[in-house]
């Protein structure tokens, strides 16, 4: 007489990961969210260790977490994946400042985001 099992929040081809707090703004960080949707796993992978983008590793870490839960929680084929969707969202700002000239206060924020990336099983085309 356990807890029942949660549903799904993903079909049964797809698996999810979730990143949060990433130090970086939502706008910087979708830039390279949009680099890799759509794309093969190791295609995605690839873009991500060689680019110049200092959020990319963040990205990739998440990626990496997406392509495992594909493999050991659901026993989805690791070649087959492709990144689905991978959507970005805000988070806190932390509100800083700095003194300015005649008296003034000049506002420094420092925004945080969260991506959520979805790996979904394809077939090959034969």
């Known amino acids: 007489m356990g807890k029942e099992k949660n ?10 990961a979730k990143s949060r707090m990433l130090r970086t703004s939502p ?3 979708n830039l390279v969210a949009a680099m ?5 796993v190791d295609k995605a992978l ?3 260790t060689f680019s110049k983008k200092r959020i990319a590793g963040d990205v990739k870490k998440c990626l990496q977490s997406a392509i495992a839960n594909a493999e050991n929680n659901h ?5 087959g994946l492709v990144v689905a969707e991978a959507w970005v969202g805000k988070n806190l700002v932390m509100k800083r400042g700095r003194p300015r000239a005649r008296g003034r206060f000049g506002k420094i924020m420092k925004p945080f985001s969260e991506l959520t990336i979805t790996v979904r099983q394809v077939e090959e085309q034969a």
């Open 7 to 16: 549903p799904r929040r993903v079909a049964e081809n797809e698996a999810m």
């Open 75 to 79: 026993g989805l084929d690791v070649d």
């Open 46 to 48: 690839t873009d991500l």
């Open 27 to 29: 706008q910087k960080l």
């Open 36 to 40: 890799i949707r759509g794309k093969k």
